[in-house]
């Protein structure tokens, strides 16, 4: 694992500067605190800074092939680099590492751009051939790996982290407002843009190829939901889905410096950890987090069975109110983008409790996204086949449940009565897309004028939300579901906070769950497999049945419970009031005091708003980190 960075000049013929490479290299230094090295030639400069996980010796970059004219920059893993290795030796290519990076230099120079197909792993790279002068940025299939890049008549500047990219003075500090509707509307930013003008995101399984000043963006891959496997058994569907788990984990668990799992309490990684076992003679070290006091759900009793039963070397803390708030300014600084993932500050802090013994963890993240793990996708299936049965009569029905909300702005019975009116694809756009969230239902009230007629404005936003659809349209709703989600909410916010949390400890975190022919296979099979009646993950579990504790098995799903909503309320309560209503953030222009006072006062009377208080302390810390830089 590692961080990348680099710049290509699009008119000047002359060196990059090298300071200039260092000084974003070291913007992200814990990225790679092993070694670090640069490469400067005609028009183009490449920085890097190494974890070392995989041939500790040799495995220094910027990498070139043996004449030095193709040179990689490169952050990830390939998990199939033995068997691309195997190949390339076979067709007389010469290696100077063991590293699964320079099988790629080797496989550019066999298939050109076409490369990234033969490639299984995470990773984001940037390639240089020198000949064609040719400048290649390419992104794994699901976005585990981040890679951004900004780019005017100039130049391209790129970097695994956007605090890289700003190491470049050519790179301006000013908010995107449409990224700024986005995040406020998702709370995230789906899509390339991210909330700084200009600079993008490479979206998951594109290519980004300049060459000759013009930049060409392409798909490579894409989660494909073909017909459903036809004649097959819930037996046989679990017995070829241990087999591609299993050997995933096995491929997740090379590595040539101690590997560990973070254990939720839950059937994914409990899951992965049973596989583990099977494939080392060392005792692995598992790792959990929990919060103290009354009323707070704690993994750790769960987290604690499963290290039981596979016989781990155990390690958990405790995360208290304070720890969250001393945080929040370097969740700000390493998330880079204002993501509302509270459990991110949790993740930070057990990653830390991991970095004094392993350098790899090993996570469950992604089996909800594949196998339909999540509750509001039974809810919204059930929603759309109460329409289907309803017809004409469901406007009636929408409206019954509204009145049986009483005024409740906020009760689930309204908001179902609403969706019941509207049709599917104009309500969804993954986890977070209620048209009826705070941000999105009272923008009069909430917005300074100034950005009001920016909120109204959603023709970008409803381009992209098409242009998803219209891949999808003949899929049932499930199957909508986790192909937006697996394209949105899963790159653009669990896998950000995933990288970033652990990165800034300097740890890689792998997902076997995310491994794409893991994902593949989930999209072949029949919905009913994956949903079944009241039965989210259905065949996750039958597959793991006898294999993981039933207390884990059957335990009703609480995701990461991190009681952010009691410590906003009470414990940070005046820290909250301060930051929100200081005249600083209200000078920013977008919202009205009196909205932001009314939210914060509703919200420790009846604990109501969390997310969106949380949302807007991160916003403005983002502010003041990166736009006021104090």
């Not at 304070?322 to 802090?349: S, T």
């Amino acid at each position: 694992m590692c961080g990348i960075c680099g710049k290509l000049l699009l008119k000047e013929d002359a060196p990059v500067d090298p300071t200039l490479i260092s000084r974003m290299s070291s913007a992200m230094m814990y990225r790679g605190p092993d070694d670090s090295g640069i490469y400067t030639s005609r028009k183009i400069g490449f920085g890097h800074g190494r974890l070392s996980i995989i041939d500790l010796q040799t495995g220094k970059q910027p990498l070139s092939n043996e004449n030095g004219t193709v040179w990689v920059v490169f952050n990830g893993e390939i998990y199939n680099f033995r068997e691309l290795r195997n190949e390339c030796l076979r067709r007389g290519h010469t290696f100077k590492t063991h590293t699964d990076t320079e099988v790629i230099v080797h496989l550019y120079e066999d298939y050109g751009e076409d490369f990234v197909s033969k490639l299984r792993g995470m990773f984001a790279i940037a390639l240089w051939d020198e000949t064609s002068e040719t400048l290649i940025l390419a992104r794994d299939r699901v976005g585990i790996k981040p890679l951004y890049y900004f780019m005017n008549d100039e130049c391209l500047v790129f970097g695994s982290e956007i605090k890289s990219i700003l190491a470049d003075n050519v790179v301006s500090r000013e908010v995107d407002l449409n990224g700024l509707r986005l995040l406020l509307a998702y709370y995230y930013i789906p899509g390339e843009d991210t909330l700084l003008k200009g600079v993008k995101r490479l979206l998951p399984g594109h290519c980004l190829t300049v060459r000759s000043g013009k930049c060409v963006d392409r798909e490579y891959w894409d989660l494909s939901f073909s017909a459903p496997q036809s004649n097959l058994t819930v037996k046989e569907a679990e017995e070829k889905l241990v087999g591609i788990i299993k050997q995933s984990v096995r491929d997740h668990m090379i590595s040539d410096v101690p590997v560990g799992f973070l254990l939720s309490g839950g059937v994914d990684s409990t899951a992965l950890l049973s596989f583990a076992v099977e494939e080392t003679d060392r005792q692995i070290k598992t790792f959990t987090i929990g919060f103290e006091g009354a009323g707070f759900a704690d993994e750790r009793y769960y987290a604690g069975i499963a290290a039981k039963k596979f016989g781990t070397d155990h390690y958990d803390l405790s995360m208290t109110a304070n720890e969250f708030r001393e945080f929040l300014p370097g969740y700000v600084w390493h998330m880079e983008e204002p993501v509302c993932e509270p459990p991110g500050i949790a993740l930070y802090y057990v990653s830390k409790l991991a970095k004094d013994h392993v350098k790899v963890l090993i996570s469950g993240e992604g089996g909800d996204e594949a196998f339909a793990g999540y509750q509001n996708y039974r809810n919204l299936v059930w929603l759309e086949n109460i329409k289907k049965v309803a017809g004409p009569f469901k406007r009636i029905l929408g409206q019954f449940a509204s009145f049986l909300a009483q005024g409740d702005t906020f009760g689930r019975f309204n908001q179902y009565g609403q969706l019941m009116r509207m049709e599917f694809q104009e309500y969804y756009f993954g986890r977070t897309s209620n048209p009826f969230t705070f941000f999105n239902k009272n923008t009069n009230n909430l917005y300074d004028s100034n950005i009001l007629n920016l909120t109204a404005d959603n023709g970008e936003l409803d381009h992209y939300r098409k242009a998803l659809f219209a891949n999808i349209k003949n899929l049932d709703v499930l199957n909508q579901m986790l192909y937006i989600d697996s394209k949105t909410w899963l790159p653009d916010d669990l896998l950000v906070k995933a990288d970033r949390m652990t990165m800034a400890n300097s740890i890689e975190l792998r997902v076997p769950l995310l491994d794409h022919t893991v994902l593949e296979y989930a999209a072949s099979l029949p919905s009913e497999f994956k949903l079944k009646g009241a039965t989210t993950k259905y065949i996750l579990k039958k597959a793991f049945e006898g294999r993981i504790p039933p207390e884990i098995l059957c335990r009703k799903k609480t995701g990461f419970p991190i009681p952010y909503e009691h410590w906003l309320a009470n414990d940070l309560k005046d820290y909250v009031q301060d930051l929100l209503l200081d005249q600083r953030t209200l000078n920013r222009g977008y919202f009205q005091r009196g909205a932001i006072a009314g939210m914060l006062a509703a919200s420790s009377k009846r604990r109501i708003h969390s997310k969106e208080i949380f949302l807007l302390i991160v916003l403005e810390l983002w502010h003041r980190c990166f736009i006021d830089q104090s």
